[in-house]
């Protein structure tokens, strides 16, 4: 099973305050060979991470580049075609929609309550980081 998932920048931003946590540990599995999770981004998800991980957290720029690098292996980054305006509230979170459109993803991780009330976007599933131990069962290292 390949399941073309995108990851909302919360889930990166865990991922980089929390090495070896339960964030990170997708991150590796998606990087293993037919692990089934692949991993899609755009330009403007990886925009957000970093500056989330720079100004808003303070992390020192050779650690938020070396994540970044890290990120651009690990998933495909997509051009998203179109602007989607589906999330009024926080106009941010259309980005991870516009991506996970591009990438004709199945599902979107999200910590984020205006995209987990979407659930399902457009026939795009949406659930939170705890749900993906239930898709991968015995795929998550101590998850």
């Known amino acids: 099973m390949q399941l073309i998932t995108v990851f909302d920048s919360n889930v990166y931003v865990a991922a980089a305050l929390k090495p070896g946590g339960y964030a990170d540990i997708w991150l590796d599995i998606a990087a293993l060979p037919g692990s089934g999770l692949r991993l899609f981004t755009s330009t403007a998800i990886l925009n957000e991470v970093r500056r989330k991980l720079t100004k808003r957290l303070a992390l020192p720029e050779p650690e938020v580049d070396h994540f970044i690098k890290r990120l651009k292996q690990i998933a495909v980054v ?43 976007y457009k026939g795009i599933g949406v659930a939170h980081p705890k749900e993906l131990k239930n898709i991968f069962a015995g795929d998550a290292k101590n998850s």
């Open 78 to 120: 997509v051009k998203p075609a179109r602007k989607i305006r589906a999330v009024e509230e926080d106009p941010d979170d259309n980005v991870i929609l516009e991506c996970a459109l591009a990438a004709k993803a199945q599902l979107i991780i999200t910590a984020d309550s205006h995209l987990l009330k979407l659930n399902p």
